[in-house]
């Protein structure tokens, strides 16, 4: 058996939590927020991962620095957030030690945007008259969606 010995100053990540409200309009390549971890002093550089909640891979990382951008075209009324299992590894400064990783996670709250014109029934628009001695605030016309 062959006993290890592991960092004495856990990962820790820069803030409690990562959260953001984006408009499903986003453009691809949009920074939505970035992940950043420090360890133990003399560990070297650390890698980002996106390791789960990321539904279609809408989501991207960049491994070196943490920034988590837009991939792909969202839609609200498809899925309205998305929790990103988000995991930092750092490499040990000695094969003798194991890396260390932790992992924290990210909300994004898709926001609604009206890209959903009306659709009508009717396939020919209809025609309502509306004479000029017609009292205010009578309903001339219902238009059901």
Do not use: C
């Amino acid at each position: 058996m062959t006993v290890y010995s592991t960092a004495q100053t856990p990962l820790k990540f820069d803030a409690s939590s990562y959260t953001a409200d984006i408009s499903e309009n986003i453009e691809r390549g949009t920074e939505v927020f970035t992940v950043t971890a420090n360890g133990p002093t003399g560990w070297r550089g650390s890698v980002y991962l996106i390791v789960g909640g990321n539904i279609d891979n809408a989501f991207g990382i960049d491994i070196s620095t943490g920034k988590v951008t837009v991939s792909k075209k969202l839609d609200y009324e498809n899925i309205k957030e998305y929790k990103l299992a988000i995991r930092v590894v750092m490499k040990s400064p000695s094969n003798d030690i194991p890396d260390v990783a932790n992992e924290i996670m990210g909300i994004v709250t898709i926001k609604d945007v009206n890209d959903n014109l009306p659709k009508f029934a009717a396939s020919n628009p209809t025609k309502v008259a509306v004479e000029d001695h017609t009292p205010k605030d009578t309903t001339v016309m219902q238009v059901r969606l």
